[in-house]
């Protein structure tokens, strides 16, 4: 019995460490990327949303570039009607209401994706804005003469001049109308049962894989967790004697977090290279301000590593203190308290028994 009992403890002071090392990895990853709450932090924080404005607004002026020249004048009113029909607190709101959505799914709050991005705000801002634009821009073309009776062009932000038989809010209909004639309004909404097109899978299909993922990485989480816990008694309470297991723990749990710090100084150094690598061979403001959430992420998932590494540390210093102190509490009297008083040594102090 007592060496079954030493071999249980040799095998599950030897698996320890590794279940440790998991516990603390899957319990870092999991306060970062585990709920919403640090990706809308990292989101609002890294200044990404004004990026993505102003690449929805480049994307929307090379488009009617693509189809047409326009002045610069033209240019510069459309990139302001489309700046000010979606503002960062918008993209925020949506992107919030999307990432809520998204894990109330994966975490199993409810049975089936739902999220809406409602774009009625957006739709009714775009075309009044445009519409006015268009307006002020016709009012200040001149009329087309005769050496422009091939200008046919009603798009004031394009023209050089206004053809006849058209005024300023002829012009302007026209451009509510084509706004709202475009593809972007043809939904009022955007919802995971519209967002599938033609004989792509749906979004719930697509986003299956990071379900069970989540699912997989809570379910070890708490597997380690437990083990750990069962380890460590196993260990205390398996040993002869039991001070011997808290020592055996003790350090382990100094090895443990020592190892989890310096990993993740090591780790997050490296990481923070890669990001600014990827930021560095990017082109445009969005994909260096999403190298910036990534780096936001990895630091706070670095910060968790280093707290239960310290706190392991922490934990095992006091364990080998109170190991010691209480060895010296309860160790063996000294030889001369047990040597009788009629037989003390020569020069101890105390007088010889009388004959």
Same mark, same amino acid.
């Given at each position: 019995m007592h060496i079954l009992r030493?071999?249980?403890?040799?095998?599950?002071?030897?698996?320890?460490?590794?279940?440790?090392?998991?516990?603390?990895?899957?319990?870092?990853?999991?306060?970062?990327?585990?709920?919403?709450?640090?990706?809308?932090?990292?989101?609002?924080?890294?200044?990404?949303?004004?990026?993505? /404005?102003?690449?929805?607004?480049?994307?929307?002026?090379?488009?009617?570039?693509s189809s047409e020249t326009q002045s610069s004048d033209g240019e510069a009113a459309v990139r302001q009607a489309v700046k000010d029909a979606i503002p960062a607190s918008y993209i925020k709101e949506q992107t919030d209401g999307v990432l809520d959505g998204i894990y109330d799914w994966m975490s199993g709050k409810t049975a089936s994706l739902d999220f809406t991005i409602d774009l009625t705000p957006v739709k009714t801002a775009l075309v009044d804005n445009l519409t006015e634009q268009a307006r002020e821009r016709a009012r200040t073309l001149p009329a087309c003469g005769p050496a422009d009776l091939t200008t046919t062009s009603t798009d004031p932000f394009s023209a050089s001049c206004l053809p006849a038989g058209t005024n300023p809010d002829q012009i302007a209909e026209q451009t509510r109308q084509t706004?709202?004639?475009?593809?972007?309004?043809?939904?009022?909404? /955007?919802?995971?049962?519209?967002?599938?097109?033609?004989?792509?899978?749906?979004?719930? =299909?697509?986003?299956?894989?990071?379900?069970?993922?989540?699912?997989?990485?809570?379910?070890?989480?708490?597997? @380690?967790?437990?083990l750990a816990m069962i380890f460590i008694a196993a260990a205390i309470f398996l040993s002869q004697p039991r001070v011997a297991g808290v020592k055996r723990v003790a350090y382990i749990l100094l090895s443990v977090g020592a190892i989890g710090i310096i990993t993740a100084v090591i780790g997050g150094?490296?990481?923070? @290279?890669?990001?600014?690598?990827?930021?560095?061979?990017?082109?445009? =403001?969005?994909?260096? %301000?999403?190298?910036?959430?990534? %780096?936001?992420?990895?630091?706070?998932? %670095?910060?968790?590593?280093? @707290?239960?590494?310290?706190?392991?540390?922490?934990?095992?210093?006091?364990?080998?203190?109170? =190991?010691?102190?209480?060895?010296?509490?309860?160790?063996?009297?000294?030889?001369? =308290?047990? @040597?009788?008083?009629?037989?003390?040594?020569?020069?101890?102090?105390?007088?010889?028994?009388?004959?």
């Open positions: 030493k071999a249980v403890v040799v095998i599950v002071c030897s698996l320890l460490p590794m279940v440790l090392l998991g516990f603390g990895i899957l319990f870092s990853l999991f306060q970062v990327l585990g709920s919403a709450s640090h990706i809308k932090g990292a989101l609002d924080s890294s200044g990404v949303y004004d990026s993505a /404005i102003a690449s929805v607004v480049k994307q929307t002026t090379n488009t009617q570039n706004v709202l004639d475009s593809d972007i309004f043809k939904q009022s909404s /955007i919802t995971p049962q519209n967002m599938q097109q033609g004989d792509s899978k749906p979004i719930e =299909e697509e986003l299956a894989a990071a379900k069970d993922g989540y699912q997989a990485v809570k379910k070890a989480l708490y597997l @380690t967790g437990l150094a490296i990481s923070h @290279t890669l990001v600014d690598n990827i930021a560095k061979d990017s082109s445009g =403001e969005l994909p260096i %301000r999403i190298a910036q959430v990534v %780096r936001i992420l990895v630091d706070d998932i %670095r910060n968790w590593w280093i @707290t239960l590494g310290s706190l392991s540390v922490g934990i095992s210093v006091g364990a080998l203190v109170a =190991e010691k102190v209480w060895q010296k509490k309860h160790a063996a009297p000294s030889t001369q =308290e047990n @040597t009788p008083i009629g037989n003390q040594p020569p020069g101890s102090g105390l007088p010889p028994l009388a004959p």
